[in-house]
């Protein structure tokens, strides 16, 4: 059978040998007591097997249950690292590009986003467009003129270069704009898989968490709606899988220093663990550009870098104190923590601001981008000013205003909510909605009254209810039973969603919630594998576990199908939309 989540962690090996062979447990009776509160297990006799824990393979009963000969279950289970993922990626691609254009509108926030990016890519900056712009746009078929005055907007431009990227290729209409978060909400799912799988050493597991998110209504309306939180979504997770394989190439390099002895196993050594250097670090590098071009999509990708960099340093701490470092936390600070500083702020800060390339570059007359002759202009004077170039000292200005801007939105708005009702879908937003009559835009014609035809962001629900249940068990297994995987999925949750208990009287919305909500994906892949039970547990135990799991992933799937109609924009009777608005909140 398959591996589960609560087979996997390396505090649970257990000492080789049979009970009379084991050596006597020198702890402190305190530390014996608390071990059934969940203090670490011995470790395993050969600490490689703790830095770098094997990948899960099905059993041969599984093969053998479904009549699959061994050589070929040898293949599948070679081709299921990469298989699995794909196949669950293709399941999310047909899904989101299906009738990507439609609905034939600009819904919510595209109305800023998908014109801020058509005039990024042809003029290096945003222009204000014409009340009427929309209507035109959608007329002609994107053939229309881009207009020449600045206009000052409050998020930085690579999420709108991203969408615009899609707009060329495909032109200035819906499915144009869409298509680059499409690519992008596919992708995630395949990035995810392949997270999942590296963290909990399972295939089957890794391909749950992505299918889940897969499923998710929240996730596949952001993918088809030019908004830029999906796209801050994919850095986010693409930095996070930087630094999970940077985790596992530190605990090979010290797997791999660490001399065994003669009966060819190894044992923890204080001064490998303390002496071993580990490079380069290319993924740690990789992870400073994905955190760059996060925060160079939304601002709050400053907290998920600030969140990460503790992350990995911490990691690292483990890493040697499972070596054998006397002093990890010494040790790291000594020979991890400038290098981790090196190769992720100063990588981040800087492709951020190579992502105002296209601003710095406009003409400084006036005619360029908003506030790019501020130093010129209003900016003049000061003791200072030599020392900085003036499309820095504009720059900033800019900055210092947008700040302000997010720091005082408080403008009300229908579709706002609390941080607190995220968890639960307390009140999604509405993109798009019209009321087509019988026989028209999909409406059937025996409808008796008008259809509803929404896009309606919400998650589904099952699945963030499921998570509720999934972040309570995460943060168990991390507080009591130190699971690394516990505390990366819980750190991944909170950098995306604390932050905005700080901004509660700002005008803020769910979507914003599908930054972290790979995470609460994790979260319930883990919960789901500790269902199913560990290995060496009775068939019993297995078979009620599995059918449970298999309940819960079988209802999640129907609840995003029993949604669907809202989240692809298509017309039902309006009986049948009122019986899909299960909270009040939802109208």
Not at 14 to 21: A, F, Q, V, Y
Not at 60 to 68: D, F, I, Q, S
Not at 349 to 373: E, F, H, P, Q
Not at 474 to 479: D, G, T
Request: some cysteine.
């Amino acid at each position: 059978m398959t591996s589960t989540a609560s087979s996997m962690d390396s505090t649970d090996c257990p000492p080789d040998g049979p009970p009379h062979d084991r050596p006597h447990d020198e702890r402190p009776a305190w530390q014996r007591r608390l071990r059934r509160f969940g203090y670490p297990a011995e470790p395993s006799a050969d600490v490689r097997d703790r830095l770098v824990p094997p990948f899960a393979r099905p059993g041969p009963r599984l093969w053998a249950a479904l009549g699959v000969p061994h050589r070929w279950a040898l293949r599948i289970t070679r081709w299921s690292a990469w298989g699995g993922p794909l196949l669950v990626t293709l399941l999310a691609g047909v899904l989101r590009f299906w009738h990507l254009g439609s609905p034939k509108a600009v819904i919510f926030d595209e109305t800023y986003y998908a014109k801020d990016a058509w005039a990024l890519v042809h003029r290096g900056f945003e222009v204000n467009w014409d009340k009427d712009a929309n209507a035109a746009i959608l007329s002609s078929g994107g053939h229309v003129t881009i207009p020449a005055d600045a206009a000052y907007v409050v998020h930085p431009p690579v999420g709108k270069y991203v969408i615009g990227l899609g707009e060329l290729l495909f032109g200035f209409d819906p499915f144009g704009w869409r298509f680059m978060t499409a690519v992008l909400g596919t992708l995630s799912v395949l990035l995810l898989c392949r997270i999942g799988r590296r963290i909990f050493r399972s295939t089957f597991l890794g391909c749950l968490a992505g299918a889940l998110m897969a499923v998710d209504g929240l996730h596949f309306v952001m993918s088809r709606a030019a908004l830029l939180d999906g796209v801050l979504m994919f850095f986010v997770l693409a930095a996070f899988g930087c630094l999970v394989v940077d985790r596992d190439r530190v605990r090979e390099k010290l797997a791999a220093a660490l001399t065994p002895d003669a009966d060819g196993r190894c044992r923890p050594d204080a001064h490998i663990a303390e002496t071993t250097r580990f490079g380069w670090r290319p993924w740690r590098w990789g992870a400073g550009l994905m955190l760059g071009l996060a925060i160079g999509t939304k601002w709050n990708g400053l907290y998920i870098l600030v969140a990460f960099g503790l992350l990995t340093v911490l990691w690292d701490v483990g890493s040697r104190k499972v070596a054998g470092a006397r002093r990890p936390y010494l040790t790291v600070l000594k020979r991890d923590t400038g290098f981790a500083f090196l190769t992720m702020v100063p990588i981040a800060l800087v492709t951020y601001l190579v992502s105002w390339t296209g601003w710095i570059l406009s003409a400084t007359d006036g005619k360029g981008g908003y506030y790019r002759d501020w130093a010129a202009d209003d900016g003049k004077g000061g003791n200072w000013t030599w020392l900085f170039p003036d499309w820095w000292r504009s720059l900033w200005h800019y900055e210092h205003e947008v700040y302000e801007f997010h720091t005082h939105l408080t403008s009300p708005h229908t579709y706002q909510s609390n941080p607190w009702s995220w968890l639960v879908l307390g009140r999604p937003v509405s993109y798009f909605y019209e009321s087509p009559a019988p026989g028209k835009d999909g409406c059937p014609s025996d409808a008796g009254e008008k259809c509803a035809r929404e896009v309606l962001a919400i998650g589904t629900p099952l699945l963030w209810w499921a998570a509720c249940f999934a972040l309570a068990y995460v943060l168990w297994r991390w507080f009591f039973r130190r699971d690394w995987r516990a505390g990366a999925i819980a750190c991944g949750i909170a950098a995306g969603y604390l932050p905005w208990f700080m901004y509660q009287e700002r005008t803020i919305f769910l979507f914003y919630a599908v930054v972290f909500l790979p995470f609460l994906c994790l979260a319930v892949a883990m919960m789901i594998g500790a269902l199913i039970g560990p290995p060496g547990s009775s068939d019993t135990r297995r078979v009620a576990g599995a059918t449970g799991a298999g309940v819960l992933v079988l209802l999640i799937a129907w609840n995003f199908i029993y949604f669907w109609p809202l989240y692809t924009g298509q017309a039902i009777p309006i009986d049948n939309w009122r019986s899909r608005m299960w909270m009040d909140t939802w109208v």
